[in-house]
């Protein structure tokens, strides 16, 4: 039932780990795809050390993680796709609590679970479980009302819808999967799973390289505003870009975060920056 889409790059340390978290699951009616991104390591021998006959490893020209996803989500055979990066993990009950959502929300295109970010030594660092009853949303209007984001390794959806928005952007290097999540917010709602089913790994190999990403191919610097339907989705775009203004001033990256403003002065004011920083004071 389940199309499981692993991206694959140098993750030769813990990859297995990841494909065990989902060999492990007690709903077991899944395959799992794992596209190789071009790896220079040993990420892909890993792969088929396994020996699951579940496991369809496809290898391809490096060409990021979005090509991999995308790629993954045509490979796929099942009509639900549910994402995991190579260096995070999934509590064992992800795909059946997934799976009891499914069946007991009809309208459900789009499922999500809350999320935790713990070191690999299992320490919790963080939990992402807003104050939020589980139910269905809009997206936008929960983002605005509850914060915090979705995890790509916490969420599941339609086959169909996914390729029907035109899947991944494989010309952005950051902030692909927001931009993903916004194209489904506008059509179809978001069920939230309360419990938290998935682990982002900290500490996990290569996860802190290129902090600095290039300002012009990220989903920031990119926002169609022309797209924009209502009010909820203003909101949701003003707080994005703020939020990624002060981030940046808060780490001295002042001349991305001049670019930024240049490029959507107009929606944000000065104003709109210096109110949004002393709030957080």
Not at 135 to 164: H, P, R, W
């Amino acid at each position: 039932m389940f199309s499981v889409v692993i991206p694959l790059y140098n993750k030769e340390l813990s990859i297995q780990d990841t494909i065990n978290s989902v060999i492990d699951q007690t709903f077991g009616n899944f395959e799992i795809i794992v596209v190789n991104d071009g790896s220079t390591d040993c990420s892909a021998e890993k792969v088929r050390e396994l020996g699951d006959d579940r496991i369809k490893l496809f290898d391809k020209v490096n060409g990021g993680v979005s090509s991999a996803r995308n790629l993954g989500i045509l490979k796929a055979k099942y009509n639900w796709i549910a994402f995991l990066d190579g260096d995070d993990l999934w509590d064992p009950n992800f795909l059946m609590q997934v799976n009891n959502r499914i069946n007991e929300a009809n309208e459900a295109i789009v499922i999500t679970t809350a999320y935790a970010k713990k070191n690999r030594d299992s320490t919790i660092v963080h939990r992402f479980l807003p104050n939020i009853k589980e139910s269905t949303y809009d997206y936008f209007q929960m983002i605005n009302e509850f914060g915090g984001n979705i995890s790509c390794s916490a969420i599941c959806v339609q086959k169909k819808t996914l390729i029907s928005v035109g899947m991944f952007n494989e010309k952005l290097t950051h902030g692909e999967d927001s931009d993903l999540w916004e194209k489904l917010g506008r059509t179809t709602k978001f069920h939230f799973i309360k419990e938290v089913l998935s682990y982002y790994i900290l500490d996990a190999e290569n996860r802190a390289m290129d902090k600095r990403s290039n300002i012009y191919k990220t989903r920031i610097f990119n926002i169609n505003f022309s797209t924009l339907t209502n009010e909820e989705e203003r909101i949701y775009y003003k707080k994005a870009i703020l939020k990624a203004l002060h981030r940046m001033c808060r780490n001295g990256d002042f001349k991305r975060a001049y670019v930024l403003f240049k490029r959507h002065a107009g929606f944000i004011t000065l104003f709109d920056v210096v109110s949004y920083i002393l709030k957080l004071l």
